[in-house]
């Protein structure tokens, strides 16, 4: 248990989200926006998987395409589907920062939106009921753009209590009932607390425990890809 709390700091390592004038969050040191660097594949006028999330999302501590998000583009490209992954993290970020830039991640033609948030909430002993409020949020403006959501859930440092964390743990599954998003139950299962999987300060993923959370997402992604397909 303590090398899973060890790992859920992971979202709390490197800088928070800074904001432009509009309130709106910007990438900052440890985050990268794969629409920048991917030229026409992520263009608005092509389809897009956006991965909204913390730092887990945006590759905290590793070359970019390492990240879990370039990962996942590979998937997709080697099974011949049409779509540019556009990687929204921001390390620190929270659910309410999330839902600050949903937005802005939903410009385009996006059809998927991937939200990874709530590692920071947890860190920092937010409320759960203020994190199902801005996952529910997100997910609804997604929806009403007709995009499809998988939400990943996250857990809380079991030195919160149990209360705590189980009122945390429960959010995910409702809230993805509740919107009709898909779930992945935990992004960090199997890479939490295995040294192999993590780098050398034990909480963040290395480059093979990215290519493991790019697999758990790409499980729920490519059913909703067969039926998006253009």
């Known amino acids: 248990m303590l090398a899973l709390a060890m790992l859920l700091g992971v979202t709390a390592c490197g800088r928070g ?17 794969v629409a920048a660097t991917q030229g026409d594949r992520s263009g608005t006028s092509g389809p897009r998987v956006v991965a909204l999330g913390d730092s887990l999302t945006a590759g905290y501590g590793l070359p970019e ?10 998937l997709i490209d080697g099974a011949g589907y049409r779509y540019a992954v556009v990687n929204m993290g921001v390390s620190g970020d929270t659910s309410a920062g999330g ?3 949903a937005d802005w991640a939903l410009e385009g033609d996006v059809r998927v939106l991937i939200v990874a948030l709530g590692g920071n909430d947890g860190l920092r002993g937010l409320s759960p009921a203020d994190l199902e409020a801005n996952l529910r949020r997100i997910a ?18 079991p030195n919160l209590g149990a209360a705590y964390t189980t009122a945390f743990r429960q959010v995910y599954p409702r809230v993805a009932r509740e919107t009709e998003a898909t ?9 939490a607390g295995r040294p192999e999987l993590n780098q050398a300060d034990g909480i963040h993923p290395n480059a093979r ?3 493991l959370m790019a697999r758990l997402v790409w499980a729920r992604l490519q059913p909703l890809l067969d039926d998006l397909d253009p």
């Open 183 to 191: 779930l992945v139950p935990f992004l960090l299962e199997g890479i």
């Open 99 to 101: 839902l600050r830039r």
């Open 65 to 74: 395409d390492q990240a879990y998000p370039s990962v996942l583009q590979r």
């Open 209 to 211: 425990g990215a290519e």
């Open 140 to 157: 609804d403006r997604a929806r009403a753009r007709g995009a499809a959501v998988i939400l990943c859930g996250m857990e809380a440092p």
């Open 17 to 33: 989200p800074a904001e432009d004038r509009e309130g709106r969050s910007r990438p900052v040191a440890g985050s990268f926006d």
